[in-house]
């Protein structure tokens, strides 16, 4: 994990990408279900399925989910583990910030 690394670049194009409460909403979704339709998704974070597609378009674009044809519907589901990852810390770290000094629940 050197600073000059060239992925340093590319790790904060993934901090962008996950930088929409939208799509850490899905990826969650994701992790619990595995796998799931956009009407599925858009249902699960309220929000239209034509936006939830353009949000699956962006996390497709740099291969965070990955697509499954399932006869006419398509699926969509995590690439790997590390975007999940990501979230999860990110979400605890939130915890510290509304936490007021006090152990998170997290911690306990």
Known sequence: MDPQSEFV??????????????RIR?????RRSGEMSVNALAEEVGKSASG???HL???RMTRIVSTRQDGTRVLYQLTDEHASRLV???ILQAEHSVANGILPPHHH
């Open 52 to 54: 939830v597609s353009q």
């Open 88 to 90: 999860n810390e990110a």
């Open 57 to 59: 378009a962006r996390l």
């Open 9 to 22: 670049e590319l790790a904060a194009e993934v901090f962008g990408i996950l930088s929409d409460p939208t």
């Open 26 to 30: 899905i990826i969650l979704c994701l």
